[in-house]
């Protein structure tokens, strides 16, 4: 059906109050499907394995903005270091550094974002609440000219029950306020928060997200 993947993207869109950006999230998704939301005016995509960015930066247009969004080693950062836009799952201070040391030698200063662990879940990568609060009170971080931490990334846990989901988010935004206002309160640029998939972004829309990473919704079903 020619035209679906631009339908939905529409459909999403009409959601989104201003300030809210989509990242339509096209792992494991054709090219060709890429290329229909790009042509119906999607600029930001995420994935979340390198290779498969690779291959789709070197064939889409050169103003997508590319965010990383899955668990990422420190030992890949390099590929995606002269081209990302912004890291979402920033889950150590090895990773922060590395990102700081690649993106160094490229010249840039990349955006990323912290992600928590707030679900219940075990296998979810990131930082409890209280390590994210240690990692910004070490102070070591201010010295990575390179890495702009732009805010907090977070998975609700899996499930039907959206009050469960609602207070994850909001333990978010509570957090992510609280950090602004002892850290970030003089950087315009920490202002983002980053949940909201296809099964909870209204839920999202409703707690404070900026960046909601929305797949499924848009593109259908991924074949693993
Ligand atoms: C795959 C993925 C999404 C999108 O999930 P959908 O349910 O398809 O909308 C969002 N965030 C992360 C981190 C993902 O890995």
């Known amino acids: 059906m020619k035209e679906r993947v631009a339908t939905n993207l529409k459909k999403v869109l009409a959601d989104l109050p201003e300030g809210v950006r989509l990242v339509a999230v096209s ?76 993106a160094a030698k490229n010249d840039r200063v990349i955006d990323v974002l912290l992600e928590l662990h707030i679900a219940e879940e075990e296998t979810k990568y990131g930082f409890s609440p209280s390590d994210c609060r240690e990692l910004l009170a070490s102070g070591e971080w201010r010295e990575l000219r390179h890495v702009r931490i732009c805010g907090l990334m977070m998975m609700a846990t899996y499930t039907d029950d959206t009050t469960q989901i609602r207070l994850e988010m909001e333990q978010a935004q509570s957090l992510f306020h609280e950090l602004k206002a002892n850290y970030f309160a003089e950087e315009p640029s920490f202002c983002e928060r980053s949940w909201g998939m296809s099964h909870d972004y209204r839920i999202a829309l409703e707690t404070g997200a900026t960046l909601v990473r929305i797949g499924t919704t848009i593109f259908g079903e991924r074949v693993y």
């Open 27 to 102: 792992k494991f998704h054709p090219v060709e499907e890429l290329l229909e939301a790009y042509d119906a005016g999607q600029r930001i995509f995420g994935e979340s394995q390198v290779q498969e960015l690779q291959r789709k930066v070197a064939a889409m247009p050169s103003d997508v903005e590319w965010h990383f969004i899955g668990h990422l080693q420190t030992n890949k950062v390099k590929y995606l270091a002269p081209y990302v836009s912004m890291i979402h799952a920033v889950d150590s201070l090895k990773l922060l550094r590395e990102i700081d040391r690649q």
